[in-house]
């Protein structure tokens, strides 16, 4: 069959090359509109800002992503400007920000007075909920991802309230009366507790994008499960404090990081019956073993098939090896040829050496999780924090106990690769620090020594927490046996005594502000 050609119509071809010629001109602004975003996001990322910071993704993905309408700056933005500008000068003049955790917009305002950053802790939002519908209790990362956010928005909006209360008051005043008057910044840079980022790379993002919403100046990101971060999109300058629990860490979830092949834990004992760890758990909970005899369980199968890693089980076999006459060259050999190698290509390596595959397993000894055993410690900190560092504004190396000298030892080993990165320090209410020995004098010198190694953070993550609990702890058994007179001797006069502006609550609320706004 052959199909009939219509005839073009001379009208319809005149329209369609009008549009093409209208179409080519669309497509060459809208290029050169994409060009300019280009060029401009470029000329953000050279800022002196950015100059340690590795991208591994450029402008033109970040244009694309950011849809037509150009993103507008947030407030959130301008204050982690705010933040970097205090950072540098603490690193400047070795004179570090410390800090607390604050809970509420009262704790906020307080800290306003003396202190330059604000710290928003995850444990305690979690453990004092500021989203609705939601179980109240520790920080195990099962708290909606919104719920740190939230609890940023609340103090951001609280800061801004009282920005613009103390403003008017200031500014409604005469030159000479202004002249007297305290001048607080409320608008202190908020720093908050992104734990691991609630989920995979896209849950990471949607946190992130909510903490620029909300008003956070710093998130940091553990390592614990997951990580990453794509802040560009919004083109925030909110900084990136990549932080570490490796120093302490028992359990890791994958082997696919052959920079953690090192430090994970395997056994060199062979199971008799052919069953691993989890697999012998599993049949002993089938059989109704629970609780702590599991627990012993698992501690008396560790102590039968000891744990080591690959690198101390070869440097084992080389010293039980009768054929091997200089042992000593034989490990060093080893431990320089299997330096940064996949635990795959260690074998080879060790066989090499000892002329024979060696037996070590790191599943065997996995648990019921399917997690493998980790060796924590400094080693394995600081060999994390050396892979997130071209990534990171600062970095944060958790500790087990408030040790100066060990505090040295590795920021020294850090800032000697990376000499222009910030390190944090969690001064944490989690140390028993009277049991550490301190005199009055240390503790006191503390802080400020620790700035001395480059720590230009630090932090006492649960202040707030705790100073809240203490407070109203003493008030409430002072309370039931002396009534008014607790609360006046406690409350009423230490504010009068160290100047509480929350003494007259209305006024620090705003009603005054709010008054003028009305009449």
Request: hydrophobic letters at 40%; a negative charge; charged letters at 25%.
């Amino acid at each position: 069959m052959i199909a009939r050609v219509k005839k073009p119509n001379l009208s319809s071809l005149v329209l369609s090359a009008r549009r093409r010629i209208s179409s080519a001109s669309s497509l060459q602004e809208e290029q050169a509109a994409f060009d300019a975003r280009v060029d401009s996001i470029n000329a953000y990322f050279a800022q002196p800002r950015f100059k340690n910071l590795k991208r591994p993704y450029s402008a033109e993905s970040v244009a694309t992503k950011q849809g037509s309408l150009p993103p507008s700056p947030m407030p959130s933005s301008l204050m982690a400007d705010k933040l970097w500008t205090l950072l540098d000068r603490a690193e400047k003049d070795k004179v570090p920000l410390h800090t607390m955790g604050a809970i509420d917009p009262v704790q906020m305002t307080q800290m306003a007075k003396w202190l330059d950053v604000v710290y928003v802790s995850g444990w305690a939002t979690s453990s004092v909920l500021t989203t609705a519908w939601n179980e109240v209790g520790p920080d195990l990362a099962d708290y909606p991802y919104t719920t740190v956010p939230n609890q940023v928005q609340r103090l951001f909006r609280a800061q801004q309230h009282h920005d613009r209360k103390i403003y008017d008051e200031r500014m409604s005043s005469s030159p000479g009366v202004r002249s007297t008057m305290e001048q607080i910044d409320y608008l202190r840079p908020i720093i908050a507790d992104a734990d691991t980022g609630h989920g995979g790379l896209s849950s990471v993002m949607k946190l992130v994008k909510l903490f620029a919403e909300a008003g956070a100046s710093g998130i940091h990101l553990e390592d614990q499960l997951h990580g990453g971060k794509k802040l560009d999109i919004l083109q925030n300058n909110m900084l990136l404090i990549a932080r570490t629990d490796s120093e302490s860490a028992r359990l890791i979830s994958s082997t696919v990081d052959i920079q953690d092949h090192p430090f994970i834990l395997g056994t060199t004992k062979r199971p008799t019956d052919g069953k691993g760890l989890a697999q012998v758990l599993a049949e002993a909970e089938r059989e109704g073993l629970g609780g702590s005899d599991l627990d012993h369980l698992e501690a008396e199968w560790v102590v039968d098939h000891p744990l080591c890693t690959f690198d101390q089980a070869v440097e084992n076999a080389v010293y039980a090896s009768a054929s091997i006459t200089d042992k000593e060259g034989a490990v060093a050999d080893y431990l320089r040829a299997a330096q940064g190698r996949s635990n795959a290509e260690a074998r080879t390596v060790a066989k090499r050496i000892l002329k024979q595959d060696i037996y070590w397993d790191w599943d065997v000894p996995r648990t019921r999780e399917g997690y493998y055993h980790y060796q924590g410690g400094l080693d394995a900190a600081i060999q994390r924090v050396n892979e997130f560092a071209p990534y990171a504004d600062m970095l944060w190396l958790e500790t087990k106990t408030p040790d100066l000298e060990q505090a040295r030892s590795f920021a020294r080993k850090i800032r000697e690769r990376w000499p222009d990165k910030w390190l944090v320090y969690n001064l944490s209410p989690s140390f028993n620090w009277s049991a550490h020995g301190f005199t009055e004098i240390d503790l006191k010198e503390f802080i400020w020594n620790l700035g001395k190694e480059g720590f230009v953070l630090q932090l006492v993550s649960l202040a707030g927490l705790h100073s809240t609990a203490v407070v109203t702890a003493e008030l409430a058994e002072k309370f039931k046996a002396d009534g008014m007179l607790a609360y006046v001797n406690l409350i009423q006069q230490k504010e009068k005594q160290i100047g509480c502006d929350v003494l007259t609550h209305q006024k620090w609320s705003g009603a005054n502000y709010v008054d003028r706004i009305l009449s």
